[in-house]
Structures are given as C-alpha cells and as structure tokens.
C-alpha cells in the first residue's frame, strides 16, 4: 500500500466492492465526475472486478482514510512507447470532500506514477465546470494545456472539457 498524510492507496479487493456500490449512489458526484450516472446492479461491479483482475498493469487503487474507503484513483489509457497515462480519482463520499483528501491522494499517485511506474507525463481531463477539481489539480502542480469547448453533456449543459498535464521533470523541480 502507499502511504500519504492523509489517505492510504491500496488495491482494490473484493471486499470493497459492497462500500464502492453504495458510494456510486451519491449520483451529484458521481455526475461532477464522470458525466454520466447509470444505474449499475452488483452484479456488473462483481463482473468487473473480476475482469480486471486478469490485467497485466495493476494501476488502479481505492483511497481509503481511517480504514473508510472513500473513492478510487488511479492510471488508464497509458501507453508505454510515450511513456504517458491518464489519470483519474474520484470520492464519492459528500462526508470527505474538499476535506484535502483528493490532493493528497493525488500526490501520493504522481510519485507512484514518476519514480515507481516510470511515466514521463501524467494528464486528465475534467468537465470546466467542476472548479473543486481544477483547483485541487492545480494545487498538485498540472498545468492547463487546453480547452474543447462544449465538448460534453453533463447535467442538462454542454460543458468545455478542460486538459491539465504535468511532465516528470516538472514533478521533479517541485519536491524540494
Ligand atoms: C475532485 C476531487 C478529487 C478533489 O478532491 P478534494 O479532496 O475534494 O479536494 P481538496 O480538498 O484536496 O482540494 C480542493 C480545492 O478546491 C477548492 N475549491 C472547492 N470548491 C471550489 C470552488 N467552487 N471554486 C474554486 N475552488 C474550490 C478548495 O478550496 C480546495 O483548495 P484549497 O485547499 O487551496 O483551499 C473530489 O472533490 C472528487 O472526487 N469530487 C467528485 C468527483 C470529481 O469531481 N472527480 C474529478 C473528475 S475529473
């Protein structure tokens, strides 16, 4: 597991599957997340965490505080000739927002990603109406790298879809 000064990233077991269904009921963040909210049975999360268990990169992680899984984090659409990843976190608890826990999650992924997974470049998009995220983001070191504008559908609007990217060596100048 990895360690920060607020949350604990660990994978995900079958055990959390139950905590991770009841937190996707929280449909407003859900929705500042994704997008999208479908209802999803049990029975599709099961089948999931059954498919991913065959993957050959385990880059996907619960963020857990006092032993209370809160959301996930982790790594996807990464492509190792570029040697770069998307990210992606998401705390679907309304208790433990905007509480510090996502930022911190996020730096305890970054040095993961750069020293242990050997990325070079780590980015994401997020919908520019979500200021929490853009801001917690910032507060991580990604620099904004660009702008669709009305790109997606989210609660009734067309939103711009915001890039935000930061480089290892940018990681690197920033840890002191
Ligand atoms: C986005 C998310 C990961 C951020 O994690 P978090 O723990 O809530 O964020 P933090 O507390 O670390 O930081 C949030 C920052 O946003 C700021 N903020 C909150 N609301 C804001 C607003 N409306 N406008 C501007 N800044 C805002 C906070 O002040 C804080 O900055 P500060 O520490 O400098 O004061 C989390 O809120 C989340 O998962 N939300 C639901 C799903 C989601 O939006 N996922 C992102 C998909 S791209």
């Known amino acids: 597991m990895l360690k920060g000064e607020k949350v604990i990233l660990r994978a995900r077991e079958r055990e959390d599957l139950k905590r991770l269904h009841e937190l996707e009921q929280n449909v407003e963040l859900v929705l500042q997340g994704d997008g999208n909210w479908q209802p999803e049975p049990f029975a599709a999360l099961e089948k999931n965490f059954e498919k991913h268990l065959a993957d050959e990169e385990k880059s996907w992680f619960v ?33 433990y927002v905007g509480k510090g826990y996502g930022s911190d999650a996020i730096r305890v992924l970054l040095r993961w990603a750069f020293r242990i997974q050997n990325y070079r470049r780590i980015w994401l998009t997020t919908a520019g109406d979500n200021p929490r995220a853009i801001a917690a983001y910032e507060k991580c070191g990604f620099v904004h790298e660009g702008r669709l504008r009305e790109h997606i559908f989210s609660d009734g609007e067309y939103v711009d879809l915001v890039q935000m990217g930061m480089l290892r060596t940018e990681w690197e100048a920033r840890q002191g």
Do not use: Q
């Open 63 to 95: 963020i857990e505080v006092a032993g209370v899984v809160i959301g996930g984090i982790g790594l996807h659409h990464s492509n190792r000739l570029d040697s770069c990843s998307e990210f992606g976190i998401g705390i679907y608890d309304p208790e």
